[in-house]
């Protein structure tokens, strides 16, 4: 157990729909990570917050969005969606953020299906 | 543009029979390359980090090492629960953030 929670661990939804997926940090970390794994493309990264602040983005979608809350939960909201976003939803968190290559500790994941 | 890519996609050994995995890598600034790995619908599970060419860390059965240009993973003697995709991720800088990017893996199945 990494100590990373997520909610739900499955959910599925029609096309067109808003989704939104849950992630706890393990307790001390402020640095939350947003990740996509399809089964062509692999653990993408999606987007960085650390203690409530956006840090960095990498292929997200314009139709999805991410907060960090000041409790350091944050939320991944998918809207629109489509069928090609299908995938499990990974969320992994970090005690810091820099030059540092601190460890990141994943979740059990969201599994996203869209019909 | 960053990229990992990992070989074999997949290996099928016998109990006890030792081989390595490999992890290739073309990044600017890297500063640290890390191991995990991942059993089906579960995530990925923390194993190594590698910060710089040379260097080398052990975990039971499992013994990562770095070079400029690529890591290997060697696993000695396996058992059937070290069945599982074994996950390379290097860790890069980006804008004020850092970010993992991932090699697809290497599936291994471990027979008795």
């Known amino acids: 157990d990494s100590g990373v929670t997520q909610t739900p661990k499955h959910l599925i939804t029609a096309t067109g729909q808003r989704v939104t997926l849950r992630c706890s940090p393990r307790?001390?970390?402020?640095?939350v990570y947003w990740y996509q794994q399809s089964l062509d493309q692999g653990l993408q990264f999606l987007i960085q917050?650390?203690?409530?602040?956006?840090?960095a983005k990498g292929n997200i979608l314009e139709r999805f969005s991410a907060q960090q809350f000041p409790d350091l939960h944050s939320e991944l909201n998918l809207s629109s969606l489509e069928l090609g976003d299908s995938a499990l939803y990974f969320c992994?968190?970090?005690?810091?953020?820099?030059?540092?290559?601190?460890?990141?500790?994943f979740g059990p994941g969201t599994r996203l299906t869209v019909t | 543009e960053d990229q990992v890519t990992q070989s074999p996609e997949a290996l099928r050994l016998q109990e006890g029979e030792s081989s390595s995995l490999n992890c290739s890598y073309t990044?600017?600034?890297?500063?640290?390359l890390f191991w995990y790995r991942q059993d089906p619908g579960k995530g990925p599970e923390f194993l190594f980090t590698?910060?710089?060419a040379g260097e080398e860390k052990e975990k039971e059965r499992l013994k990562a090492t770095l070079t400029k240009k690529e890591s290997f993973l060697h696993i000695t003697a396996p058992k059937p629960e070290d069945s599982a995709t074994y996950l390379c991720?290097?860790?890069?800088?980006?804008?004020?953030?850092?970010?993992?990017?991932f090699g697809t893996g290497t599936q291994l199945k471990v027979e008795l």
């Open positions: 992994a968190s970090s005690v810091g953020i820099g030059d540092r290559p601190y460890e990141q500790y």
């Open positions: 307790s001390g970390d402020l640095s």
């Open positions: 917050y650390y203690n409530g602040e956006e840090r």
């Open positions: 990044v600017s600034g890297l500063r640290g």
């Open positions: 590698l910060y710089s």
């Open positions: 991720a290097v860790h890069t800088i980006t804008g004020g953030g850092n970010k993992l990017t």
